[in-house]
């Protein structure tokens, strides 16, 4: 059993920048492919980042590409995801999530791939 805890989250202008943090319990953290996804109100939940169990492959929605950053600490039992240059449209709760199973590419878009999933955090960025 995982169970994970964001935080991080807040209000920010846009253009600004937040870290976002996922704390992580359980001895097998590291043998977890870990997700970063948002769900804005009203619409569904949106894969945001990937990175796997190692850290050695991240993948990104082209709508955050190029601005946020997906990280990992396995020895901390840490997610991070770093967001700069802050946009409205990425107000949303954002929820970590950790699969027991390897994703490849396709299946590590899709939520129905991740088994644990924390409670979220709000980021609110104003225009």
């Known amino acids: 059993q995982v169970q994970l805890v964001e935080s991080g989250g807040g209000l920010v202008q846009a253009g600004g920048s937040l870290r976002l943090s996922c704390a992580t319990s359980?001895?097998?953290?590291?043998?977890?492919?870990m997700g970063w996804f948002r769900q804005a109100s009203g619409k569904e939940r949106e894969f945001v980042a990937f990175i796997s169990w190692s850290g050695g492959t991240t993948y990104y929605a082209d709508s955050v590409k190029g601005r946020f950053t997906i990280s990992r600490d396995n020895a901390e039992n840490m997610v991070y995801l770093q967001m700069n240059s802050l946009k409205p449209e990425d107000t949303a709760v954002y929820y970590c999530a950790a699969a027991r199973l390897r994703l490849v590419y396709g299946t590590s878009h899709s939520p129905r791939e991740y088994d644990y999933w924390g409670q979220g955090t709000q980021v609110t960025v104003s225009s």
């Open positions: 359980g001895r097998t953290f590291s043998s977890y492919d």
